[in-house]
């Protein structure tokens, strides 16, 4: 899967969940979750990438930082309960 698709798909991922957490629908969330885990396990992008970047980026300018902070703590909390390459 090219870099680039990657990245649109985690972006998406991350604007959806910040959106469901906003609105409070934990179902949602996690299924959200869920595509990044499994996105990032299959093709990790490398830590200081333009493409990690450019992510952060669209989610800075879509979530609060209260919101970036959940998600990243949920993506890191269920990355450990259910590990698989062992990459986030």
Not at 13 to 27: F, K, M, T, V
Not at 44 to 67: G, K
Request: net charge positive; no cysteine.
């Amino acid at each position: 899967m090219a870099v680039a698709v990657v990245s649109a798909r985690l972006r998406s991922a991350l604007i959806d969940a910040a959106a469901a957490y906003r609105q409070g629908n934990e179902l949602e969330v996690l299924n959200e979750l869920v595509r990044i885990v499994g996105v990032l396990d299959k093709f990790p992008l490398p830590p200081r990438s333009p493409q990690a970047d450019m992510i952060a980026t669209a989610v800075q300018q879509r979530a609060t930082l209260p919101e970036r902070q959940v998600l990243q703590s949920l993506v890191l909390r269920w990355h450990s309960l259910f590990p698989t390459s062992g990459t986030v």
